[in-house]
DNA sequence: CTGCTGCATATGTATATACATATTATTAGA
DNA sequence: TCTAATAATATGTATATACATATGCAGCAG
């Protein structure tokens, strides 16, 4: 078989996906089993199966038992973004930071916001709009929703000096969440707080995080024009 | 101690997990080594180390070796997106697809795509327009260049019938490449082909997929009007 | 022919053990 | 005091073994 001994999982992985990207294995194919890979590459069937379950985390590979290991057909390819800080983004991007809060207000939130959240219906809720700049010039607007029961009274005049998007990180656990990526055209409010024209092109983030379900925080976050994010796959 | 056994890497990963949320172990805390944890909840220090492994992967603990491991300071949330096949995802919202090619032509790239595509200066390449629609109305317009060594001047008449997107996924492999998300006006040409008016906000998709450093194709992906992708943390 | 049962099989996982590797902490030397 | 060698330590990984679990498939009963 092989001559050169296959002693790690990551060695066994390449070969793998050396095999898959040369088409010795194509989409849909059945591979053979870790026993047999594990002894054709002479090593122990725990290390195949590390390489293999890494694989099929990132969706080249289907895996299920006694069905046996295929090519995935659909490389349903999992893009992982990093949704960082936006002060961090702005400082990786070597721009200075800036922060301005807009308003702060303690009201009714709106029926969108409510179902999302999924408040009790006359519940009011923190709400607080504010901008982040890059040297100096507006790079997005994020408008928030809190459940005022995670962020006392007290603790909201914090925000006048850091944005709620960074002190609730290090401040607020959280399990789980939705993110929403889309595009609306910049409205008067938005002109203004981003200084661009009327019916520009945004990119928009929504997200909502949950502790247990329930709701901590949804936040809309406006981007100035020209904004884009990327990853690799 | 704990009374009940920890006899699995998912218990012993809640274990953590509900620790981390519970602030008992806050944001930049280390925590136990592998060997007392495993000790504490009565199991192999394989299995520790498998949960608090996959925590790391994502992205909620930063582990270095001999420094230990800590909580993440700023849980730089991995938000795994998937991209799926176009025809597919049409299809899983219970639409019915229809896929309709509109150019198709070999020519000189424009100086953006042959920079990102890494061409040589003078290559031609092919360039293929087409659309997407869902239940007869259009859904995205895709605008795709191909590095003709992938595609043989043979193949390119398939794509009468079936979309690159989805021919390119089971016939050609890649290894690597790079998304983008961002936001767009509706110019003449695509309020044209997605029946929309000029200058609404459209929702961009730029993709680049490699083999080895070598470009195959990079695309665009123009959505129409409101399109939202969603993912979950 | 249809539906249920049970067996065979491939993956999933836990365990103990051993060693590898990265990185901090310490100590000896200039 | 500063620097370079060295020890100590936490994670990373390979191994053999054993058992768990899901599930395709064959065989059986109706």
């Not at 709400?127 to 890059?134: G, L, N, R």
């Not at 005022?148 to 960074?166: D, G, T, Y």
Request: charged share 25%.
């Amino acid at each position: 078989m092989t001559d050169t001994p296959f002693n790690s999982w990551q060695s066994v992985q390449e070969e793998v996906l050396a095999r898959i990207h040369s088409r010795q294995w194509k989409p849909g194919d059945l591979i053979p089993n870790e026993a047999d890979l594990a002894q054709e590459f002479g090593c122990a069937r725990a290390t195949v199966n590390r390489a293999l379950q890494n694989l099929a985390d990132e969706g080249l590979l289907d895996r299920r038992r006694k069905a046996g290991t295929r090519v995935a057909t659909h490389p349903v390819r999992k893009a992982t973004m990093y949704i960082p800080v936006i002060r961090q983004e702005i400082a990786d991007k070597g721009h200075e930071y800036g922060y301005e809060l807009i308003c702060s207000e303690r009201v009714l939130p709106p029926t969108e916001v409510s179902n999302i959240m999924e408040f009790g219906r006359r519940a009011r809720a923190q709400h607080i709009v504010c901008i982040h700049t890059a040297d100096g010039r507006p790079y997005v607007i994020e408008d928030r929703w809190l459940n005022p029961k995670w962020v006392s009274a007290k603790e909201i005049s914090i925000f006048n000096e850091i944005s709620p998007n960074e002190w609730l990180v290090t401040h607020v656990p959280f399990t789980e969440g939705e993110i929403m990526f889309s595009a609306m055209s910049a409205g008067k409010t938005e002109a203004g707080l981003l200084s661009c024209k009327e019916g520009e092109a945004l990119f928009v983030i929504d997200r909502t995080t949950r502790n247990k379900q329930e709701a901590i925080t949804s936040v809309r976050l406006i981007f100035a024009p020209d904004y884009q994010i990327e990853t690799v796959l």
